[in-house]
């Protein structure tokens, strides 16, 4: 079992600066995810997203050195089974609706886990008020920009896989640590092969789409999971669970910056309801898993 320093009682620059970079380079990932769905779709662009992240991931953590047990195998294909239709999930729903509020409907399944964990009756009213947020975004709300309702469903099905993500990362990484990432992506990867093959075939190959899915790679998987690892061990629980509540908002910025997604009113207050939301119970229970993003 290898050590990590403890994290001091309040959060040094560092590890803040670093898990703002990881959470804005998940983003920026994102928006060169989106900017490939034209070219070879949104299954194609998570089969290479996947692939790629993988093999980056492979050859930082060296997942060979430590091979799973028996016991722990189950779980840890159950994990890269689930990790593979997050992704196809979240990128379908991205294909059809505003990055920041894919996020915001995703982020809901790591905040139900949070909140039931915590048992706290007081945890009833952020459970209300990011119900409240969902019903902002949804399509049945009245809107000048009304959104796809096909596209809310399957940002709420991501939310969910991500929630059951959570519990399948604690039961692998048990015995592997940060390795069970690496193991979950090299099994997603080859489970993603199918569906991308089949939208966008040797198009996958095309030297420039390569290009730019070594960029969504790199930004969506490499740079965040060392930034993040810098972050964790050097960060309070806490404040590292309040500061990760911050993504939404910031997938409504990139995506404002970078794909020209202007969001309503009623928009921005369903984001901003799930992001205090999670801010509450981020301050009364334990933090997310890091997003598999």
Same mark, same amino acid.
């Given at each position: 079992?290898?050590?990590?320093?403890?994290?001091?009682?309040?959060?040094?620059?560092?590890?803040?600066?670093?898990?703002?970079?990881?959470?804005?380079?998940?983003?920026?990932?994102?928006?060169?995810?989106?900017?490939?769905?034209?070219?070879?779709?949104?299954?194609?662009?998570?089969?290479?997203?996947?692939?790629?992240?993988?093999?980056?991931?492979?050859?930082?953590?060296?997942?060979?050195?430590?091979?799973?047990?028996? /016991?722990?195998?189950?779980? $840890?294909?159950?994990?890269?089974?689930?990790?593979?239709? %997050?992704?196809? !999930? @979240?990128?379908? *729903? +991205?294909?059809?609706?505003?990055?920041?509020?894919?996020?915001?409907?995703?982020?809901?399944?790591?905040?139900?886990?949070?909140?039931?964990?915590?048992?706290?009756?007081?945890?009833?009213?952020?459970?209300?008020?990011?119900?409240?947020?969902?019903?902002?975004?949804?399509?049945?709300?009245?809107?000048?920009?009304?959104?796809?309702?096909?596209?809310?469903?399957?940002?709420?099905?991501?939310?969910?896989?991500?929630?059951?993500?959570?519990?399948?990362?604690?039961?692998?990484?048990?015995?592997?640590?940060?390795?069970?990432?690496?193991?979950?992506?090299?099994?997603?990867?080859?489970?993603?092969?199918?569906?991308?093959?089949?939208? /966008?075939?040797?198009?996958? $190959?095309?030297?420039?789409?390569?290009?730019?899915?070594? %960029?969504?790679? !790199? @930004?969506?998987? *490499? +740079?965040?999971?060392?930034?993040?690892?810098?972050?964790?061990?050097?960060?309070?629980?806490?404040?590292?669970?309040?500061?990760?509540?911050?993504?939404?908002?910031?997938?409504?910025?990139?995506?404002?910056?970078?794909?020209?997604?202007?969001?309503?009113?009623?928009?921005?207050?369903?984001?901003?309801?799930?992001?205090?939301?999670?801010?509450?119970?981020?301050?009364?229970?334990?933090?997310?898993?890091?997003?598999?993003?």
């Amino acid at each position: 079992m290898t050590s990590t320093p403890i994290a001091s009682r309040e959060a040094a620059p560092l590890p803040v600066a670093a898990l703002m970079g990881a959470m804005v380079s998940i983003q920026i990932g994102a928006t060169f995810a989106k900017g490939l769905f034209p070219q070879i779709g949104a299954q194609g662009t998570t089969t290479l997203r996947l692939v790629i992240g993988a093999l980056m991931l492979i050859a930082v953590l060296r997942p060979w050195q430590m091979r799973p047990s028996r /016991a722990t195998l189950p779980w $840890l294909v159950a994990y890269g089974v689930t990790l593979c239709a %997050l992704n196809l !999930l @979240f990128y379908a *729903a +991205l294909a059809r609706i505003p990055l920041g509020i894919a996020v915001a409907l995703e982020f809901t399944g790591p905040l139900l886990v949070a909140t039931l964990s915590s048992r706290r009756a007081s945890d009833f009213a952020w459970i209300a008020l990011a119900v409240a947020g969902i019903l902002l975004l949804s399509p049945f709300v009245h809107s000048l920009a009304p959104l796809d309702p096909i596209g809310v469903m399957l940002a709420l099905a991501a939310g969910g896989f991500w929630a059951l993500y959570i519990v399948l990362a604690q039961k692998a990484g048990a015995e592997l640590g940060t390795r069970t990432t690496a193991y979950g992506m090299a099994i997603a990867a080859v489970l993603v092969l199918p569906f991308g093959i089949a939208q /966008a075939g040797s198009a996958l $190959l095309s030297p420039s789409i390569l290009v730019s899915a070594l %960029l969504v790679g !790199l @930004f969506s998987s *490499a +740079l965040p999971f060392f930034l993040e690892m810098v972050a964790l061990t050097r960060m309070p629980a806490r404040i590292y669970g309040t500061l990760t509540c911050l993504e939404p908002g910031l997938g409504a910025l990139a995506g404002f910056l970078f794909l020209h997604e202007s969001l309503t009113a009623t928009q921005l207050a369903g984001i901003a309801a799930v992001v205090v939301a999670a801010f509450g119970t981020a301050l009364t229970s334990r933090p997310p898993v890091p997003s598999p993003e």
